[in-house]
């Protein structure tokens, strides 16, 4: 069966530091991947998604980054965190274009940059 | 420009009745419509999908309507039980676009026994 793993699950970083979340995919190839944002208050805004190794686009500007160094890796990136990028990071993967295309979710990474 | 929008922020229902949670949508495009249950500190779980091509989708106590021509769509729980509790949040796929969901911002929705 199909696993997806995040992490770390919880992160506490100063303003200006580097970020880096990473999320694995098990028991599928060629998934596409996606990061998500849950700001508080906010629905879930989608960051980048991913339709092979090194192919990345971007839904939003920001000072965040994506790369997808093999096939079912998935990474978030800062140089410099801002207040701003504090809240509830998703990864997520499906796979296919047929039907509904439903995401299966990770349990999330909670970032507060202070 | 919010393209699915979840007007209702919360709801509060009693177990054993309906839950009716609302959503409506701008663009015309959207193939596909999902709901989605989270629970605090964890990642949203699927529940039910609709086609545009059909109004209605039942899967167990959990029904999906769709009115195309009022871009509006909802999702039925019944009965509602307290392990309900959550946030559900409504998405759409584009049908020009495979690959990307668009969410609302969500309804939490809170079943009292």
């Known amino acids: 069966s199909q696993t997806i793993h995040q992490w770390p699950a919880t992160l506490v970083q100063p303003v200006g530091s580097p970020l880096s979340l990473e999320c694995t995919v098990e028991g599928t190839s060629n998934p596409n991947l996606y990061w998500y944002r849950q700001a508080a208050g906010r629905g879930l805004q989608l960051l980048f998604y991913?339709?092979?190794?090194?192919?990345i686009s971007s839904e939003v500007p920001q000072n965040l980054s994506a790369s997808r160094p093999q096939d079912r890796q998935f990474i978030l990136s800062s140089k410099k965190l801002l207040l701003s990028d504090s809240g509830f990071y998703l990864c997520?993967?499906?796979?296919?274009?047929?039907?509904?295309?439903?995401?299966?979710f990770g349990a999330g990474s909670r970032l507060t940059v202070l | 420009d919010q393209q699915v929008k979840q007007n209702s922020p919360s709801l509060s229902v009693q177990e054993g009745r309906i839950s009716i949670l609302n959503c409506d949508y701008t663009n015309s495009m959207f193939d596909y419509f999902l709901w989605y249950k989270k629970y605090p500190a964890e990642g949203p779980t699927f529940l039910i999908s609709i086609s545009s091509i059909k109004d209605k989708n039942e899967d167990g106590r959990f029904t999906v309507f769709l009115n195309k021509s009022a871009k509006h769509l909802s999702l039925h729980i019944v009965p509602s039980q307290p392990g309900d509790s959550a946030v559900y949040f409504c998405?759409?796929?584009?049908?020009?676009?495979?690959?990307?969901?668009?969410f609302g911002k969500g309804t939490l929705l809170t079943v009292n026994p």
């Open positions: 998405a759409a796929r584009s049908g020009g676009s495979n690959y990307k969901l668009t």
């Open positions: 991913s339709v092979g190794i090194g192919q």
């Open positions: 997520a993967w499906s796979v296919g274009r047929a039907g509904a295309n439903v995401l299966t």
